[in-house]
């Protein structure tokens, strides 16, 4: 279906537009009419044959006003529905829905002679297609990542009609597949803006220390007609100026400059996330951000930021809103209180699983001094062998690299999570490794592996991936899903190469205010005495150089059917899903304060 929209599309995706919080914007938050539409009736005939764009629901035609033909639908006639929001705890009707929604929403513009204009999608869950008065810009496809269309020439002055069609039904051959341990949340999940910018502009940046820190180095990627122009860089805090000339070609211009003897920076760390503004101009264009300079690097089994070797205190977060209904987080607020959370329990790290979060969440850790683990969702079994599927998964890797590769807190990309190994993974995972190389040489890289147990006790992870990351980072659940807790007495744990060793998750589950014996699972008695052997497990791996227990807080997902315990919610979590603190919470945040 998708490729006939596609075709009637009148420009497919185009890069992301990275930094639009410093550009003239028109927020399209707020309220959306909605239209469900559970047949596709709103772009396929009753044949299921896809219908001329004029007869879709893109044409935005009305039966109250326009009795000249017999439509059945009417967005003026639409509830609304908040945007940015996941429409599951939008209305009890919505809370499992699958399938399309189509949303749209009524704008004024002025748009001026000279300009260009976008409309900007902080994150659409699964596939969206976008129309603007009529015409179909475009689609995408991957529920975590921003994307851009832009709408020169098509914004009219006064009032424009944005019509998206949202699905968010799981696919076989998707990025994620069909089964998950999170909640399907559907909808424009995130912020949608117009974005304003010159001809010519800086779409896309990197700015980053030089290898030898001795210098900043990088590169501006201009858009526009006079792509060849200069295109400048500025640091004034530390007496930075550097121009170079675009290639007319690509557009793209490199620069380098060397740091003066009197002017070294304060390199960003947890301790101190400082931040400069930088300055990127070309032409009419200026654009300002706030970088941090910071070295990442491993040496043997450790981990060393600025040269320091550096313990990651962290803890795994899902993108749910602080705290109940548990929608789909998306707010500078919402961060701000789980990030506050993370702090609380002494953590300067946090795996942000298991696909991108939103920009604010990126942003405000590095503010705080929280390191990010930042990964897509190529999770569990993924159609390995289709090319189509591993071309979702590497644009959304590049999507995330993009948007987020200036934040200097942001020190692992990760590529997987749990996925079972096969030739045909490997090679999909390699490439994507690969990719995240290529565009970011300065980074860790590396993906949640799982342990082995070759013989009773001894316990390993021998995934042929290890010689492909930086970290052995994994997943291990001694304790729950593997034996009780007294098996973290009894094992040991070796590994087959010489590299950071992280757990990227460990853990168990309690209800809030559920107490009782030790042995009975999902008390809170139960869940500290598992996260107190833990520790003591982790505590005898001397390779051992971070740690990101599962979970923060207690989610929402749809594979935990236990009513009176679970609820539909993975209890998982060191806090409730009401931001309650159980046992376990005090256990980690001690062994936190004395790393
Ligand atoms: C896995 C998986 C998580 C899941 C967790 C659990 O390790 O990575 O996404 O939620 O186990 O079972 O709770």
Known sequence: MLSFILAAAIGVLQPQIINIQDRTQTSLDGDWDYLVDQFANGYLDYRQNPMPAGNTF????????????????????????????????????????????????????????????FIHFGAVNYEAVAGLNGKILGTHKGGFTPFDLEVTGLLKKGSNSLIVRVDNTRHPDGVPMQNFDWWNYGGITRSVCLVEAPETFVRDYFVRLSADGKGVEGW???DGASREAVASVEIPELGIRTETNADGISGKATFCAQFKKKKQPERWSPENPRLYEVKIA?????????????????????????????????????????????????????????????????????????????????????????????????????DWSNRETYENAENQLAEMITRDKNRANVIIWSVSNETPRSKARLDFLTGLIAKAREM??????????????????????????????DLISYNQYVGWYDGD?????????????????????????????????????FTEEYQAKLYEKNIEMLSRIPELAGASPWILKDFRSPRRQLNGIQDEFNRKGLVSENGEKKKAFFIMQEWYSRK
Not at 287 to 298: K, V
């Open 58 to 117: 893109f044409a935005d035609r009305h039966f109250f006003t326009d009795q000249t033909r017999l439509v059945e639908y009417d967005f003026d006639a639409a509830e609304k529905m908040k945007v940015p929001g996941d429409w599951n705890t939008q209305g009890d009707k919505f809370y499992y829905f699958e399938g399309t929604i189509w949303f749209r929403r009524v704008f004024e513009a002025d748009p001026q002679p000279g300009k260009r204009y």
């Open 440 to 469: 970011d040489p300065t980074r860790l890289v590396s993906s949640a592996m799982e342990k082995d147990e070759p013989e009773p006790g001894h316990m390993t992870v021998k995934d042929d991936l290890i010689d492909y990351v």
């Open 282 to 382: 070309s032409g009419e264009d200026s654009i300002t951000d706030r970088i941090g300079f910071r070295t990442i690097e491993t040496k043997g089994c450790k981990i060393l930021i600025n040269g320091k070797e550096t313990f990651l205190k962290g803890v795994a977060i899902h993108e749910e809103i602080p705290f109940a209904p548990s929608g789909r987080a998306f707010s500078e607020e919402h961060a701000r209180i789980t990030l506050g959370l993370a702090k609380e329990m002494g953590c300067n790290f946090v795996r942000l699983a298991h696909y991108p979060h939103n920009e604010n969440m990126v942003r405000v850790a590095e503010e705080m001094g929280i390191m990010v683990w930042d990964e897509i969702p190529v999770y569990w079994a993924i």
């Open 220 to 222: 501006v990627q201009l």
């Open 485 to 521: 807790f007294e098996k973290c007495d009894r094992v040991y744990w070796t590994f087959p190469v010489e590299k950071p060793v992280i757990i990227t998750e460990f853990g168990g589950g309690a209800k809030f205010g559920r107490h009782g014996a030790v042995t009975d699972r």
